[in-house]
């Protein structure tokens, strides 16, 4: 455990910090998974809607620090590839 006054603040903002964290990475995995959803189902409307909903979010986890550009780059590529397949 952390001995002096700043090592004990710097833990508590850690912490914090990884709640906070988990929250909007489940909700940035929770996003991605409805547009999946919606593509199995083959609802091109639903998937669209959903994918579009995805987007800013996967932006604003790159935004955080939470994610890398590349890997948000990567997953909005491959889920409007198979939202296009759908409409397609």
């Not at 959803?37 to 935004?63: C, H, L, M, N």
């Amino acid at each position: 455990m952390a001995n002096s006054a700043q090592a004990r603040k710097r833990a508590r903002q850690a912490e914090n910090r990884r709640q906070r964290n988990a929250g909007q990475r489940s909700a940035l995995r929770t996003h991605i998974k409805n547009v999946v959803k919606a593509v199995a189902t083959g609802d091109a409307e639903a998937a669209r809607s959903a994918y579009q909903k995805a987007v800013p979010v996967i932006d604003k986890a790159v935004g955080k620090g939470l994610i890398h550009k590349n890997k948000a780059a990567r997953h909005k590529s491959r889920l409007g590839q198979h939202v296009r397949t759908l409409q397609g």
